[in-house]
């Protein structure tokens, strides 16, 4: 069966250090990943998607993610954390037209 | 504004009392879908709906019913709520998940805090 694994789901860092939010996703021949976003008390909110075009993929707020069909992964970076990114990631995966797979998700959570 | 709104955010009801949770988009989109939200567990789908009349199962159905009567509204009944549907439940809609007609993004309301003691 399809499925998407985050492998973190609690990640911390310091105020301006990069963030890394790791997703695994099993084996397809064409798969179509997203990374969405949950602030507290909101509803989720897209991040960014891959669906073949280019292999690096820039969403809002300076977050991009890689795929990496040799490793398949699709992990979630950015350059400096700021304290507005406190919030819950998913790692998302539709593996139809009708069928999505969501990872567990990661918390991430910003030190001053 | 393009938004999708679910009602009530928060409701505490007792076992076996029948509720609705509505949704309801302004995008005319085309599908939509009903997740709940657990510790742990991430999302899972529970029921979605490709277009007016067309509904069909998630991962996890038992104990939930909808409807799509109309394009807009795609309404969750839980007809005798028991505590192991304590949860946080999203309603979400798009364009179009294959990319064909649109950039397949998913639109999700607030949050439904349903709490059944």
């Known amino acids: 069966a399809q499925s998407v694994t985050q492998l973190d789901s609690h990640v911390s860092v310091s105020e301006g250090t990069p963030v890394l939010l790791r997703c695994n996703y099993s084996s397809s021949y064409s798969p179509s990943l997203f990374w969405y976003v949950q602030h507290p008390n909101k509803g989720l909110q897209l991040l960014l998607k891959?669906?073949?075009?280019?292999?690096l993929v820039k969403g809002i707020n300076g977050f991009e993610a890689e795929f990496k069909k040799s490793e398949t992964s699709f992990h979630l970076t950015k350059p400096s954390a700021h304290m507005s990114d406190a919030a819950e990631y998913f790692c998302?995966?539709?593996?139809?037209?009708?069928?999505?797979?969501f990872g567990s998700g990661t918390r991430l959570s910003i030190r001053p | 504004e393009a938004q999708v709104t679910q009602n009530p955010r928060y409701l505490i009801t007792v076992t076996g009392k029948k509720l609705t949770v509505t949704c309801s988009q302004n995008?005319?989109?085309?599908?939509m879908s009903w997740y709940r939200q657990d510790p742990g567990l991430g999302l899972r789908q529970i029921y979605y709906s490709m277009n007016v009349e067309v509904t069909d199962k998630g991962d996890v159905p038992e104990g939930y019913k909808v409807s799509r009567k109309e394009k807009r509204n795609f309404p969750l009944i839980l007809e005798s709520p028991s505590p192991n549907q304590t949860s946080l439940y999203f309603c979400?809609?798009?364009?179009?998940?294959?990319?064909?007609?649109?950039?397949?993004?998913?639109?999700f309301g607030e949050g439904s805090r349903l709490t059944v003691l």
């Open positions: 891959y669906t073949s075009a280019a292999t």
């Open positions: 998302v995966r539709y593996s139809s037209a009708s069928k999505i797979i």
């Open positions: 995008m005319n989109h085309e599908y």
């Open positions: 979400a809609s798009s364009q179009d998940l294959t990319f064909r007609r649109g950039t397949g993004e998913l639109f």
